[in-house]
């Protein structure tokens, strides 16, 4: 039985990224585009003049030769690649995009591969560091996803979108530049950016937890030690755990009523499709609304309950 055989009932999502200087985006974009949809992957993919940024979702086999096919481009050669396996396809469809940055930060220049970026800090020493517990910790990704679960401790910026945090950053942190600031997200990419941004403010010691949260989780030393709730995850898993030890916390909470949850759910109300935390108690007596209004709005999505 030959490898990819063995591999044809197996699906993996993979999450990768990368800053380095493209000058053909739109090629480069059709070449993926063209790829994935011979291969069966689907995903998201942004391509832009400072890089690349990823998750697809395949079969082993298929994401596999993807992994190949993306290396034998020069300038991915050496990109990392997380990946996870899954019972199947994780997203809908296939996305391919070019865009003017791979994450939107909107500080008016790209990253280039060269720019000062914050330490890479491996999951055994931020660890360490958070248990030393005289760090600023910047929790790098948006209110919802923290809601469901963030490093214990760690600052929770009031924003909807990545592109706030400059404005939050020196109306907030100004006089905290003498700090050991540590920042994390998901994967890894908006750390960079933010580190980036960080370190130009004028902070003077900025880390960034290497791999982000999905790394961490899977690290045999750390057993996602002080992590708590869930990782928000962009497909149609919504989230993924972290914390393997005994000391796993909940601390997401019903929209509704406040109980402790981790189950987020989009409002039925197709004009509004708030994403909110719920308890089964209320996606009962809610009919999976977000607000009166919205659970008797004529323009609602039709849903089966497990």
């Known amino acids: 039985m030959t490898d990819e055989s063995k591999t044809k009932d197996v699906y993996h999502v993979l999450l990768f990224y990368k800053f380095v200087r493209i000058d053909d985006p739109d090629s480069v974009v059709n070449a993926h585009e063209e790829f994935c949809r011979t291969n069966?992957?689907?995903?998201?993919?942004?391509?832009?003049?400072?890089?690349?940024?990823?998750?697809?979702?395949?079969?082993?086999?298929?994401?596999?030769?993807?992994?190949?096919?993306?290396?034998?481009?020069?300038?991915?050669?050496?990109?990392?690649?997380?990946?996870?396996?899954?019972?199947?396809?994780?997203?809908?469809?296939?996305?391919?995009?070019?865009?003017?940055?791979?994450?939107?930060?909107?500080?008016?220049?790209?990253?280039?591969?060269?720019?000062?970026?914050?330490?890479?800090?491996?999951?055994?020493?931020?660890?360490?560091?958070?248990?030393?517990?005289?760090?600023?910790?910047?929790?790098?990704?948006?209110?919802?996803?923290?809601?469901?679960?963030?490093?214990?401790?760690?600052?929770?910026?009031?924003?909807?979108s990545f592109r706030e945090f400059p404005e939050w950053i020196r109306a907030n942190l100004a006089d905290k530049k003498d700090k050991t600031i540590l920042t994390y997200c998901t994967g890894g990419i908006r750390c960079e950016k933010l580190t980036n941004f960080l370190l130009e403010e004028g902070f003077n010691d900025v880390g960034q937890l290497d791999g982000g949260i999905v790394t961490y989780g899977k690290d045999p030393e750390t057993r996602g030690a002080l992590w708590d709730g869930l990782c928000y995850v962009f497909d149609e898993r919504i989230s993924v755990p972290i914390n393997a030890t005994e000391d796993r916390r909940i601390v997401g909470t019903c929209y509704h009523c406040g109980t402790p949850t981790e189950t987020y759910v989009n409002c039925a109300n197709l004009d509004c499709h708030r994403q909110h935390l719920v308890c089964t108690s209320c996606d009962i007596s809610t009919d999976r609304s977000?607000?009166?209004?919205?659970?008797?709005?004529?323009?609602?999505e039709q849903f089966v309950r497990n």
Do not use: Q
């Not at 079969?59 to 996870?84: G, N, P, Q």
């Not at 977000?290 to 609602?300: D, L, N």
């Open 40 to 160: 069966n992957l689907r995903g998201r993919i942004l391509l832009a003049p400072e890089g690349i940024n990823g998750t697809v979702s395949g079969t082993a086999a298929d994401c596999m030769r993807y992994e190949h096919w993306l290396r034998s481009d020069s300038r991915f050669a050496d990109i990392v690649i997380k990946s996870d396996e899954v019972s199947g396809h994780v997203f809908r469809k296939l996305f391919v995009r070019k865009k003017e940055e791979v994450v939107t930060f909107r500080i008016g220049h790209d990253l280039t591969p060269e720019a000062p970026v914050g330490r890479h800090i491996s999951p055994a020493e931020w660890k360490s560091l958070l248990e030393r517990g005289d760090v600023l910790v910047l929790d790098g990704r948006t209110g919802y996803e923290y809601d469901l679960g963030h490093f214990r401790g760690a600052l929770r910026p009031p924003v909807d």
């Open 290 to 300: 977000c607000s009166e209004a919205c659970r008797t709005a004529p323009r609602r």
